[in-house]
């Protein structure tokens, strides 16, 4: 890996067979990432915050805006969005 942060970010235990697996297929397909520890037994609470049940593996894509995240998934799934109706249900709406 170089000095450079990448747009992929793994955190967790560099050591859990989880966090390996991710790194293994970013690894296979050519995509570079970072592995930022986080000790689950007593994580900071940004991690509690984005991990409620502080499970690990968590990869997130720093290229992405939190609020692009429904776009972009919409782009891959075939131009839907997630848009909340008045019932408070998600429903798909085309763009």
Same mark, same amino acid.
């Given at each position: ?5 990448? &747009? ?11 966090? !390996?697996?991710? *790194? +293994? ?23 509690? &915050? ?11 894509? !720093?290229?992405? *805006? +939190? ?29």
């Amino acid at each position: 890996m170089s000095d450079a942060t990448n &747009d992929l970010v793994i955190y967790g235990s560099p050591v859990s067979p989880f966090v !390996r697996k991710v *790194a +293994a297929v970013c690894l296979e397909k050519g995509v570079g990432f970072d592995v930022e520890p986080v000790n689950v037994f007593d994580p900071p609470q940004w991690f509690k &915050d984005i991990s409620p049940m502080k499970r690990i593996p968590v990869l997130r894509d !720093r290229s992405i *805006a +939190a609020e692009g995240v429904d776009g972009t998934i919409a782009d891959l799934v075939g131009n839907l969005r997630l848009h909340r109706g008045q019932a408070s249900r998600a429903c798909a709406l085309p763009r």
